[in-house]
């Protein structure tokens, strides 16, 4: 039986219009003015607009723990936004930790590596897997890097040393939108921008990326590259693809608390011994780490909580709600998701030693603001409605850490909450 008093519930009609308001902001594409303006980004010096969106309090690293390139004392780790417009660049620079990019909505961004050995590499990052594209990428520590539009460039030579540019590209309908974490924290004091001078001597057969991303105005390329590359997303995005097939492409595996995951980056460079870190670090670790994580319709991440700060990358599916009880038994829900009008954000973290889980938030029906009834939706097919997002942990996460929640405790701390506790903390 439900009560009749639940008048801070969402209604069906209600979801059912915060459905039809997504729809709408996905087909009214925002422009780069409107991202700017809804998250309050700020330009960057190099190039782009920037938002810092977490810079974890709970660990500081000191120059003293860390290898030589690190300049300054640190945080554990940092997260920003990051929006590009056609026509700018991320210019050629290295920094000594690795940089994991999230692709969260407009077009792919190129992101173009020189290492040492004068290889280049070039990776999309976007949503069209079916051709390549991947939603998370991380560049490894001490290596050359810079990033552009990938609508950008129209065709290019394979060893880089030619590349025809597009031109009258409006940089408020064509951009990226995306998320940068670090670990160990960004700090300005250790960016290194590229000369090039130094780089052409690196790679002297790419010096056609290398004048580009160096201070080089970004151009734009033939309308017809363009064309080819927007259909296809068009395509890709209307031809839905199955949690199955996202599952298969990417190679995710069952993961023990639900869903579906897959460890994408453990960073090898900095490794934190049990001694240096707080007292709930069971193991030594490595200083960061990521996976993809694919959750379907009816199932859940189940209520837990780890030491360290959890960050939630938004990339394709359906938003989903991350529910966070704390220690004074206050509950928290926070959408991850596309939809920035409605108050759903593309990145959020978990701060460390919080009890969370999560679920997709059109799994819930309705609840009340205390959390102490909720309503199911049902008949949902997994294989249609799924969440796939991307985690960045650091310190690294272990399953050593990992303490799964029991109803009884999470009841005595938050009690009005129970509803949805049963629901985070299976019986079972």
């Given at each position: 039986m439900?009560?009749?008093?639940l008048?801070?519930?969402?209604?069906?009609?209600?979801?059912?219009?915060?459905?039809?308001?997504?729809a709408a902001?996905?087909?009214?594409k925002?422009?780069?003015?409107?991202?700017v303006?809804?998250?309050?980004?700020?330009?960057?010096?190099d190039?782009?607009?920037?938002?810092?969106?977490f810079?974890?309090p709970s660990?500081?690293?000191p120059k003293?723990?860390?290898?030589?390139?690190?300049?300054?004392?640190?945080?554990?780790?940092?997260?920003?936004?990051?929006?590009?417009?056609?026509?700018?660049?991320v210019?050629?620079?290295?920094?000594p930790?690795?940089?994991?990019w999230?692709?969260?909505?407009g077009?792919p961004?190129?992101v173009?590596?020189?290492?040492d050995?004068?290889q280049?590499k070039m990776?999309?990052?976007?949503?069209?897997l079916?051709?390549?594209?991947?939603p998370q990428?991380?560049?490894?520590p001490n290596?050359?890097?810079?990033?552009?539009l990938?609508c950008?460039?129209?065709?290019?030579t394979?060893?880089?040393?030619v590349f025809?540019?597009?031109?009258?590209r409006?940089?408020?309908?064509?951009?990226?939108?995306v998320g940068v974490?670090?670990?160990?924290?960004?700090?300005?004091?250790?960016d290194?921008?590229?000369?090039?001078e130094?780089?052409?001597?690196?790679?002297?057969?790419?010096?056609?990326?290398i004048?580009?991303?160096?201070?080089?105005?970004a151009?734009?390329?033939g309308q017809k590259?363009?064309?080819r590359r927007?259909?296809?997303?068009?395509?890709?995005?209307a031809?839905?693809?199955t949690?199955?097939?996202?599952?298969a492409?990417?190679d995710?595996q069952?993961?023990?608390d639900?869903?579906?995951?897959?460890?994408?980056?453990?960073?090898?460079?900095i490794?934190l011994?049990?001694?240096a870190?707080?007292?709930r670090?069971?193991?030594?670790?490595?200083?960061?780490s990521?996976i993809?994580?694919?959750?379907?319709a009816?199932?859940?991440?189940?209520?837990?909580?780890?030491?360290c700060?959890?960050?939630?990358?938004?990339?394709?599916?359906?938003?989903?709600?991350?529910?966070?009880?704390?220690?004074?038994?206050?509950?928290k829900?926070?959408?991850?998701?596309?939809?920035?009008?409605?108050?759903q954000?593309?990145?959020y973290?978990?701060?460390?030693?919080?009890w969370?889980g999560?679920?997709?938030?059109?799994?819930?029906?309705s609840?009340?603001?205390?959390g102490?009834?909720?309503?199911?939706?049902?008949?949902?097919?997994?294989?249609?409605?799924?969440?796939?997002v991307?985690?960045?942990?650091?310190?690294a996460?272990?399953?050593?850490?990992?303490?799964?929640?029991?109803?009884?405790?999470m009841?005595?701390?938050?009690?009005?909450?129970?509803?949805f506790?049963?629901y985070l903390v299976p019986?079972d």
């Open positions: 439900i009560p009749k008093n008048d801070r519930r969402r209604s069906r009609r209600e979801r059912e219009r915060g459905e039809e308001s997504m902001t996905s087909s009214e925002k422009t780069a003015a409107e991202v303006a809804m998250l309050d980004l700020q330009r960057h010096p190039g782009g607009f920037i938002l810092e969106t810079r974890d660990i500081s690293l003293s723990a860390l290898p030589p390139r690190y300049k300054v004392d640190r945080a554990v780790s940092n997260a920003i936004y990051f929006l590009l417009p056609a026509g700018e660049i210019q050629l620079h290295r920094i930790c690795a940089e994991t999230h692709y969260y909505m077009e961004l190129t173009f590596e020189v290492h050995d004068g280049f990776t999309v990052v976007g949503p069209d079916r051709h390549g594209q991947k990428y991380t560049v490894p290596v050359w890097f810079g990033a552009f990938t950008d460039i129209e065709s290019f394979e060893d880089g040393s025809v540019k597009t031109p009258g409006d940089s408020q309908l064509h951009y990226s939108f974490t670090c670990a160990p924290a960004f700090q300005i004091e250790d290194e921008m590229a000369t090039r130094s780089m052409k001597a690196l790679a002297p057969k790419a010096e056609a990326f004048n580009y991303l160096n201070l080089e105005a151009g734009s390329l590259a363009e064309q927007e259909e296809s997303m068009a395509a890709t995005s031809e839905k693809k949690a199955a097939e996202i599952v492409m990417l995710l069952r993961h023990p639900g869903g579906f995951y897959l460890e994408t980056f453990r960073d090898p460079s490794s011994p049990k001694s870190l707080p007292p670090y069971k193991v030594d670790r490595s200083v960061s990521a993809y994580f694919l959750l379907p009816g199932e859940i991440a189940k209520l837990h909580r780890i030491p700060a959890e960050t939630w990358h938004y990339y394709m599916g359906e938003p989903l709600t991350v529910f966070e009880v704390h220690d004074d038994g206050q509950i829900m926070t959408v991850v998701g596309p939809d920035l009008r409605h108050g954000r593309p990145q973290t978990v701060p460390p030693n919080v969370f999560a679920f997709l938030t059109r799994d819930v029906e609840f009340t603001e205390d102490s009834v909720f309503v199911k939706t049902p008949g949902r097919d997994s294989e249609l409605h799924y969440s796939f991307g985690v960045t942990c650091a310190p996460f272990q399953f050593e850490d990992n303490e799964m929640a029991t109803r009884e405790t009841k005595t701390l938050a009690p009005k909450a129970e509803a506790i049963n019986s």
